[in-house]
Structure formats: structure tokens, C-alpha cells
Nanobody, 114 residues
Framework: QVQLVESGGGLVQAGGSLRLSCAAS????????MGWYRQPPGKQRELVAK???????NYADSVKGRFTISRDTAKNTVYLQMNSLKPEDTAVYYC????????WGQGTQVTVSS
């Protein structure tokens, strides 16, 4: 059973930066995929970015060039560096991991003020 613990959310002005972290515990093996989804107010959850154990990354078009996902495989930790934040990035951000099944973190709020 994998547990995901997120940190780093908060309130920031438009144009600012935040860094999210997600640490996975409870796994004896390297996790296949780790990443971030977000759920804006009144909308469905959507992919932000994910990184595979191979190092391959995948980003939503809306964050390309602004967000960077990285991973410390040895620590089973994933990071999301978010730059040039926009009010439309406001959402609850969920850490996501895949190892035989899908795991979710509890979510962390990111609010970008205009």
C-alpha cells in the first residue's frame, strides 16, 4: 500500500512561483509513474504533468513552458515547479502514483490571485 503526502501549496500572486512536493511511502519498489493532477473549482480533475520511471515526462498543454516536473526515484518523491502562475492555475493539486493500481494524495490548495 502506497501513501502519498503532498506539501507546498499556498497563495501566490499572478506571475509568481510555487513548488509542490509529493513523497511516496510504503512501497518496496520504484513506482512506475508519478505525477500531478488538479481540480479547479467547479471543474473535473485534469492532468497537469507526470513522469515515468524511465524519465519520460508528459505535460498538459496549458502548463508547458511554465511548469516542470522532476522526480527523485531513490526517494520516491516527485516535484512540480510552477512558474509564471496564472489565476486559472487555481485548483486543488493532487499527487498521483501508479504501481499495480492508482494512488492519490489528499490534495493541496494552490490559489493564484490576479
Amino acid at each position: 500500500q502506497v501513501q502519498l503526502v503532498e506539501s507546498g501549496g499556498g497563495l501566490v500572486q499572478a506571475g509568481g512561483s510555487l513548488r509542490l512536493s509529493c513523497a511516496a511511502s510504503g512501497s518496496r519498489f520504484s513506482i512506475d509513474v508519478m505525477g500531478w493532477y488538479r481540480q479547479p473549482p467547479g471543474k473535473q480533475r485534469e492532468l497537469v504533468a507526470k513522469v515515468f520511471s524511465s524519465g519520460y515526462t508528459n505535460y498538459a498543454d496549458s502548463v508547458k513552458g511554465r511548469f516542470t516536473i522532476s522526480r527523485d526515484t531513490a526517494k520516491n518523491t516527485v516535484y512540480l515547479q510552477m512558474n509564471s502562475l496564472k489565476p486559472e492555475d487555481t485548483a486543488v493539486y493532487y499527487c498521483h502514483a501508479v504501481q499495480s493500481r492508482i494512488y492519490w494524495g489528499q490534495g493541496t490548495q494552490v490559489t493564484v490571485s490576479s
